[in-house]
């Protein structure tokens, strides 16, 4: 599930970094980062692809000859274009016994002081990806811990399949890593089924793109895009059936959020994010047969009649007349 609301919907900046993968972008400048240099292009996110892999043949044309001379003069090669790549993974789960939903919610509401959520009816099965959207505070991370079972519903009922494995990942979870372990030693006393196998964890870390040099580093020591990468690396391992993220894009690069998406789109069971990335929704949510839209809003939720194409033309319509009404 992936979260939108008219008030938080997700458009780049007029300055934005990274090389891509899927689109809908709109912006004014581009500026890339690397080889810890920036780099800036002038114009939209689709003029910067163009350029940027004109650059790129240019510069790899240039290296080639560079390192032909070098070659018949027997000096050393100079360094050849380099781009950051990483690709993120999540096993394909395991049969579950039954068939039916992985998760649902029936009938089901939750209420805390002044906030209530009532009359919930959905539901998540393998293979498909759900968005949330609606407004902020409307209670869409509620409904996703209702859903993990961090939180009971007050009326109704949460069914879950007993030998489900689910994939949580939030903001919390990255700040509640030991900070005084290796992200190594914290997957090797997560995930027993390791067997003090440090190797496969430094794989793991290496897939979800933690640097090597950070494998042994303290927790405590590494940004928030390393310890972003250490979770879902966590998560990965422990090869769910279900996965629920809460705003996963939150300090990953682009690089690593093109990776994100096409994990998810390949990721056979069933897929359950809050995210204000666009970008994100946009790419794993683009099979109208496999994916659907639910709106939280007024303390309830809905779902939401057509494609999230549709619904963020609607939210575009309303913005329009929005600043038209100021």
């Given amino acids: 599930m992936f979260h939108f609301g008219l008030d938080n919907l997700s458009f780049p900046p007029t300055t934005s970094t990274s090389a891509p993968s899927c689109g809908w972008r709109s912006t004014d400048e581009v500026v890339h980062l690397q080889d810890k240099k920036l780099h800036a292009y002038r114009g939209g996110f689709d003029s910067f692809v163009g350029s ?195 705003e996963p894009t939150n300090n990953l690069d682009m690089q690593s959020i093109d990776a994100l998406a096409d994990a998810l789109d390949e990721f056979a069971g069933g897929v359950v994010i809050v995210s204000h990335d666009s970008r994100l929704v946009s790419c794993v949510c683009d099979d109208e047969e496999r994916s659907a839209l639910w709106v939280v809003q007024d303390g309830t939720v809905r779902p939401y009649d057509g494609t999230f194409a549709e619904y963020r033309d609607d939210l575009l319509d309303d913005i329009r007349k929005e600043m038209a009404a100021d």
């Fill in 52 to 246: 940027y892999e004109q650059k790129k043949a240019k510069a790899m044309k240039e290296s080639e000859r560079l390192a032909k001379a070098a070659r018949k003069s027997g000096r050393r090669a100079p360094k050849k274009w380099h781009d950051y790549t990483v690709e993120f993974h999540f096993a394909a789960p395991t049969e579950l016994a039954g068939g039916g939903p992985l998760l649902r919610l029936a009938e089901a509401g939750f209420t805390r002081g002044g906030f209530q959520l009532s009359a919930i009816d959905a539901d998540v099965s393998m293979g498909q990806p759900v968005a949330v959207v609606g407004p902020n505070g409307a209670g869409k991370s509620t409904l996703l811990k209702l859903l993990a079972g961090e939180l009971t519903p007050t009326s109704g009922e949460a069914r879950r399949n007993p030998k489900l494995r689910i994939g949580l990942y939030s903001q919390h979870f990255c700040d509640a890593l030991p900070e005084e372990k290796s992200p190594v030693q914290h997957l090797l006393d997560t995930h027993p089924h390791l067997e003090s196998k440090p190797w496969e964890a430094r794989a793991k870390l290496a897939r979800f793109g933690l640097a090597k040099e950070s494998h042994l580093t303290t927790i405590g020591k590494l940004s928030g895009g390393q310890k972003a990468r250490v979770a879902l690396a966590s998560v990965a391992l422990g090869e769910p059936h279900v996965l629920l993220l809460d």
